[in-house]
C-alpha cells in the first residue's frame, strides 16, 4: 500500500488580521518538526505577510480561492499566479461556501483548477452534499458528479488533494459516524482509481472537514482512507489546533 504523508490543513475563512499572526509563531513553536503536513490557508490579505513569518519553518501556505483567468477585468478577484507570487504553494477550490455563496459549479472549479495547476499551485479540491442530499440517500452520487466535473486531467498525487466535507456537518457541531466518513472515503478512493488509475490515485491524499477538533480528532483519523483534515475554525488558534495535529502525527 502506498504510504500517503499525512496533511493538516487549516482555513482561516474570512478571518485573521495582523493581529492574528502571533498565532502562526505558537504554530511554528509548537511543531518544530511536524510528523505531518501543515497547511494554513488565510485571507488573502495576510497570504505575504504569513509566508514571511513562516519562512523556513515547515508550514506550507495556500489561498482559498482564486479565478480562472490568468489576469483581466476582474475587479476583486485574484489569480492563481498572484497567490503564487504571494508565497502560497495551494489553493483551496470548491467549497461548498463558495459553490453556494458564489453559485459555482464543478464547471467553474475545474476551470479554476487547470489555473492553478498551470501557475505551479497544488489544488485542495473540496466535495459535499447537503442534508437534503444525505437524507435523500444521494450523497454518493452528489459526491460521485462533483468528483467527475471538478477535477481536471492531468492531476497527480503530488498536485491533487481532496477533502471530503459533508455541508451540513461545517460549523454546526454535527459530525458523521465514523462508518458515514469511511463509505464516502473508500467510495471517493475508488473513483479517482477509475479514473486516475491505481498509482496516481493511491497517492492522492483525501481529508475530511466538517466540525474537526481535538475531541474527535483521534476517532476520526482512525477511518479507512482518511489521510488528514481540512479544518475551519479550529484552526485559527494554535491551542485548537495543535492537539489536532498531534493526534494526526499519532495516527502513523
Known sequence: MTKRRKLAAGNWKMNGTSAELGEVSALIKAH????????????????SRMAGQIGDAPIAVGGQDCHAELSGAHT????????VDAGA??????HSERRSDHDEHDEDVRAKARAALAAGLK?????GETLAEREAANTLEIIGGQLAGSIPDL???????????PVWAIGTGKVPTTDQI??????????????????VALSV??????SVKASNAAEIFAVSNVDGALVGGASLKSADFSP?????EASG
Do not use: N, Q, W
Request: glycine share 14%.
Open 155 to 165: 492531476v497527480t498525487g503530488d498536485t491533487l488533494i481532496v477533502a471530503y466535507e
Open 182 to 199: 469511511g463509505e464516502v472515503h473508500d467510495f471517493i478512493r475508488l473513483k479517482l482509481e477509475k479514473r486516475l488509475g491505481a498509482g
Open 205 to 210: 491524499r483525501i481529508l475530511y472537514g466538517g
Open 32 to 47: 518544530p518538526a511536524p510528523g505531518c503536513d501543515i497547511l494554513l490557508c488565510p485571507p488573502a490579505t495576510l497570504l
Open 244 to 248: 489536532i495535529i498531534a493526534a494526526l
Open 76 to 83: 476583486g478577484d485574484i489569480s492563481a499566479g498572484m497567490l
Open 123 to 127: 489544488v485542495v479540491i473540496c466535495v
Open 89 to 94: 504553494s495551494h489553493v483551496i477550490l470548491g
